[in-house]
């Protein structure tokens, strides 16, 4: 049997009870480790975090928090290699795929630690001017930003095993707030790697950083009233927690990031053959192949009139073609593996739902795999499906998790975002235009259902940051069916490890706060 990867908890490496869950190699099928929270004192565990790890983060200052995400960010660099190896081994992706998560979190990791830098020698973080309560302006409410005094329990999804656990750990560890993780069991392997790596390293203080492998089990019931939750994954699964009885009971904050049916949307200016119309077609194959389509920003729906539905369809679908799809170990794969045979079947039985009501443009099924047994691998060719019946309900409400898109044709503007819209929630719609005012209505229209809006006019062609690039310095989350989270953006990300307070009091009180952050 494999090694069973340790948790670390309460201040040292403990295994869990019994054979624990295997951990599979998604090309080959073979077991690569085993994880198990079975058994562990997961209340215990939540209690040292919370008084050990939270009294030395708050006991720090923001600059002095930065300056532990550096050191963090410093050992990731020193064993990134290691990191692809994993990867490569236990998520089947390409070194161009793997450095999506890996790199992503080592940037986001850096980002955080200038801008808490910039925060200084403080402790809180002023929330506006003081204004007068009284009358003659005696008595007066400074509202005030502390961090809270609970742990955040971050449970992830198994796409991004590294950049999921650091872009929370980042704006959490600087907040002060000690971290309690729970990786995806199908991918943990990295998340377990990365952080043994930093207690190794011993940049953090005890209880600051904890990490439980294996099923959820009983770590909800652990929570306390101060703890927050910041999930990443299903709808369902979300619902479960945001439910669950200690959550609700002790008013515990929850951040959902879940499943979302973005879009691209090709406005009726751009032809074939105009630059925003080839635009489109690079982004949407892009989005379609990176980590085999297996990211919660990949465009799912694209848009354009109905008029370019047979040039568009044509132009993506000859560029799908020249995908190679594989084992990563092959230098001439393109696209390596889903992440598990469990989730091959559900994309496969995803594409056989919406097959009923849209006609397959290219399809991925057929594709030959590069050094890759089908009956064994979790890999999988892009497929485009098409649904020039608008009023196909089923596309704009099943979520396929792999390299699965649908092209949809549109009348007018206002038929194209009704449709968009129809995803109820997404976290980010791109669009395409030669015409900014035009962009900036559309955008404006449409802001309210979505996390962010990624704009690709011809003149930011090879500048802009990609559609399903998730920025530390742009919000990340949706409204509705995206779960309603909200991640990243700068320093905004802060206000969720901390708790908004209004102090009321004579001006010479107030004055007794000293200075906060800037
Ligand atoms: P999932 O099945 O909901 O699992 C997510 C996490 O929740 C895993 O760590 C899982 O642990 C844990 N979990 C499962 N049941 C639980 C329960 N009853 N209580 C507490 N935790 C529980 O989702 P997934 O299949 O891993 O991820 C794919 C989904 O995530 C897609 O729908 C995708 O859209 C969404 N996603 C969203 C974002 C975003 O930022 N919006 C990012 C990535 C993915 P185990 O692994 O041990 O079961």
Known sequence: MSTLLPNFLAGRWQAGD???????????????????????????????ARHEGGTALRALTYRERAGLLAAIADVLKANRDRYFDIALANSGTTHRDSAVDIDGAIFTLGQYARWGTELGD??????????????????RSQHVSVPVR?????????????????EKAA???????????????????????????????????????????????????ALQPFDVV??????????????????????????????????????????????????????????MTVKSGQKCTAIRRIFVPAAHYADAGRAISARLAQITVGDPRNDAVHMGSLVSRAQWESVRAGIAQLRRHA??????????????????????????????????????????????????????LDDATRQVRLGQGSLVTSIYTGDDALAARVALELADAHGRLHVVT???????????NVMPMSLHGGPGRAGGGEELGGLRALQFYHRRTAIQGAGSVLDGLGAGGP
């Open 122 to 139: 403080a402790r809180w973080l002023p929330d506006g001017e003081a204004v007068p309560l009284a009358k003659d302006g005696s008595f």
């Open 458 to 468: 011809p003149a930011v062609g090879a500048t802009h940051s990609g559609h399903g």
């Open 230 to 287: 910041s999930f990443t994954g299903s709808a369902d699964t979300a619902a479960a927690i945001r439910a669950h009885d200690a959550v609700v009971r002790r008013s515990v904050r929850v951040n959902v990031e879940a499943d979302s049916l973005n879009s691209a949307l090709l406005l009726p200016d751009a032809p074939p053959g105009s630059p925003a119309f080839d635009l489109l077609i690079d982004e949407v194959v892009r989005e």
């Open 150 to 166: 609970g742990l955040a329990l971050f449970i992830n999804a198994f796409n991004f095993p590294a950049w999921g656990l650091w």
């Open 359 to 412: 006609e397959v443009l290219h399809d991925g099924e057929a594709t030959p795999l590069v050094d890759a047994d089908p009956s064994v691998s979790a890999c999988i060719g892009p497929t485009l499906l098409g649904a020039p019946d608008a009023s196909a309900g089923a596309v704009h409400e099943i979520e396929v998790f792999g390299p699965v898109a649908t092209l949809l044709p549109y009348r007018d």
């Open 171 to 221: 704006p959490a560890l600087l907040s002060g707030v000690p971290v309690v993780a729970k990786p995806a069991t199908a991918t943990a392997w990295l998340a377990q790697a990365m952080v043994a790596d930093v207690i190794a390293a011993g940049v953090l203080p005890p209880g600051a950083l904890s990490i439980a492998c294996g099923s959820a089990r009983g770590l909800l019931d």
């Open 18 to 48: 019994g054979p624990g869950a295997p951990l599979f190699d998604p090309v080959s099928g073979a077991e690569l480790a085993r994880v198990s929270s079975a058994g562990l004192d997961l209340a215990a565990a939540c209690e040292y």
